[in-house]
């Protein structure tokens, strides 16, 4: 299920994309530009604890960005900070917040 929703913002016009999981929980959410991913992103697992969070820049990952295992222990092979799409530095140390 895909729920759509409109908002402008400090990057500009922008759609948040909400998706969920079959027993109702958020999936993820991702605001959208021109069809692109741009601005916040959030992931949960079915259990709703997170899963992922950072921010798209014209469909790119971009600036910091936090990944979590299931156990909720950051995963820090995945987490760091990003630019134009690839990791190119390490978790920062309040990666876990």
């Known amino acids: 299920m895909i729920d759509l929703r409109g908002g402008s913002h400090a990057w500009g ?3 948040a994309q909400v998706s969920y999981y079959g027993n109702g929980q958020p999936r993820s959410e991702v605001s959208y530009r021109d ?3 741009h601005g916040p992103a959030e992931e949960w697992f079915p259990d709703g ?3 992922a969070r ?3 820049e014209d469909g790119l990952r971009e600036g910091q960005w936090t990944f979590w295992h299931e156990n909720g222990s950051v995963d820090r092979d995945r987490s760091g900070l990003y ?4 990791r190119v530095g390490p978790a920062q140390d309040n990666a876990d917040s």
């Open 54 to 56: 950072g921010c798209y």
């Open 83 to 86: 630019a134009g799409g690839r």
């Open 35 to 37: 069809g692109l991913p």
């Open 13 to 15: 016009q922008s759609n």
């Open 49 to 51: 604890s997170a899963a």
